[in-house]
């Protein structure tokens, strides 16, 4: 798809007018409409009544397009992730058309500059197209030339490369997510980040099978156990010659790609079909970088995937086992289905040990309790700095996928003592689920490094999409840490 700001033909195609709730035009671009085309636009206004955002109508015109698109609503404050949402529903609203071009007269948001009104319809009518239809045979819309209009000069070259730098990052999240476990394990995952980084001059570095064990990272090793595909740590790096970070920004995920809780199993009721989503986190940080890569930034991230996938077997470890993570910590399984905190442990002490990162974000489909706190429309985090967390958080709510901060207190440190081991994997109680599990990472993590936790069960998938957001994997958070790693 071309996508061009303000170009000199500027009536030749199908274009989408801004309405506001008094039912005159929002338009930030000084183009004159001419009279005939405002005249139908504003007869047609009573039609327009009739619905709550998008609809369509001919012009008739001869020097014209036959086909336009209004957008009615409430008025467009400076909430951007309605008007994200918006231009997803134009796009959905489009694609059962057969239109080729398309113009946008962009509206003023209070509040907003030109580019931040056009990064965000980009990412919303962008996002919108994407199916996953790797099995499927789907026709769709294909838009080749889309002109947004505003009232300005700059050419916003840059805002459009990284928009859709950015979205693309996103929609391959979303693939590896959508994947089924049929079709990505721990080794064709393994497969599959060697072709990421081979094709965007990334470095790679493997730690797989007995290898974890004989360094010492027994948690993640023993993850695996039960299944015919060994554990791997993968550490995926953007590093410039130059980087303006003196210190690697870290960014660590869990990478299950299938969890049916081990000896633990899980019940069958709606949930183990949904666990080819427990890999969530690892490829929600391998696609940041991605696009961070994509947009050029110079500075120095590291993306670490600890790759698992957690089975019933033979060899399956077991409830009352006691491991070693690589900081010599000793952990005593209490259930086998708190695996992704066994992944994360080695992987947070692996990146302290070894890179001195500058802050670290820890992100994973850890616990069911991040549902009963704060339900699937908000992250809970939780970090070692307080001012740190705020300010993610802050972030968050204006990027558009909220966080809200948890408290990490020591108290709770109390419910995963072991008795006969350091730390205990697991409370044997109902209560604290997401902050219990965050205070059993913090033992994993230097006190001298920034680090936050992102509990993103709940999020990784959802069962009825949104415009910009379709049916199935959400890549939530991908874009809140690529736009925090650029402004950071």
């Not at 990412?123 to 996953?132: I, K, Q, S």
């Not at 696609?287 to 890569?293: E, F, G, N, R």
């Amino acid at each position: 798809m071309i996508i061009n700001v303000n170009p000199k033909n500027k009536f030749s195609t199908s274009s989408v007018f801004f309405l506001n709730s008094d039912f005159k035009l929002n338009m930030s671009s000084d183009i004159d409409i001419p009279d005939e085309l405002f005249n139908i636009i504003d007869s047609k206004i009573r039609d327009i009544i009739r619905y709550p955002k998008v609809t369509s109508f001919n012009t008739n015109l001869k020097d014209f397009d036959s086909f336009f698109t209004a957008v009615l609503g409430v008025d467009i404050s400076d909430d951007l992730d309605i008007f994200r949402e918006l231009a997803g529903d134009i796009f959905l609203h489009l694609s059962n058309q057969k239109n080729k071009s398309l113009n946008v007269y962009l509206p003023i948001l209070k509040n907003r500059t030109n580019e931040e009104v056009i990064k965000t319809f980009l990412e919303g009518f962008l996002l919108a197209d994407y199916r996953y239809d790797k099995f499927l045979k789907v026709d769709v819309l294909k838009i080749e030339n889309l002109n947004l209009f505003v009232k300005s000069d700059d050419k916003f070259g840059d805002t459009i490369n990284k928009t859709v730098a950015l979205v693309d990052s996103i929609k391959y999240c979303r693939d590896l997510i959508n994947t089924p476990p049929s079709h990505l394990n721990p080794t064709s995952y393994l497969e599959e980040i060697k072709i990421l980084a081979n094709e965007n001059q990334l470095s790679l570095k493997i730690i797989s099978g007995k290898e974890l064990y004989e360094q010492g990272m027994e948690c993640l090793y023993s993850v695996s156990t039960g299944s015919i595909h060994k554990s791997s740590l993968l550490i995926l790096e953007n590093k410039p010659t130059k980087p303006s970070n003196k210190k690697p920004i870290c960014l660590i995920g869990k990478g299950v790609t299938f969890d049916s809780g081990g000896i633990n199993i899980k019940r069958s009721d709606e949930i183990l079909e949904k666990m080819k989503y427990d890999m969530a986190g690892s490829a929600v940080v391998a696609s940041t970088v991605l696009a961070l890569k994509k947009m050029n930034v110079n500075k120095h991230i590291i993306a670490v995937l600890g790759l698992a996938e957690n089975m019933v077997g033979a060899n399956a470890y077991k409830p009352g086992d006691i491991l070693k993570a690589y900081n010599g910590k000793t952990v005593e399984i209490i259930n086998t289905d708190a695996e992704g905190r066994l992944a994360l442990a080695d992987a947070l002490s692996y990146v302290c040990k070894n890179y001195d990162p500058e802050f670290i974000f820890d992100i994973a489909t850890l616990t069911g309790a991040a549902v009963t706190a704060l339900g699937y429309d908000i992250v809970p985090i939780l970090g070692n700095n307080l001012a740190f967390v705020k300010s993610i958080s802050d972030f968050s709510y204006e990027v558009g996928e909220k966080c809200w901060p948890l408290p990490l207190d020591k108290i709770y440190l109390k419910y995963i003592k072991g008795d006969i081991s350091d730390l205990k994997n697991v409370h044997e109680g109902m209560n604290a689920g997401v902050i219990t599990a965050a205070i059993f990472l913090n033992e994993f993590v230097d006190s001298k490094v920034k680090w936050v936790h992102f509990d993103i069960a709940g999020k990784e998938f959802i069962k009825k999409g949104k415009s910009y957001q379709p049916k199935g994997a959400t890549a939530s958070l991908v874009r809140l840490f690529t736009e925090f790693i650029l402004q950071y």
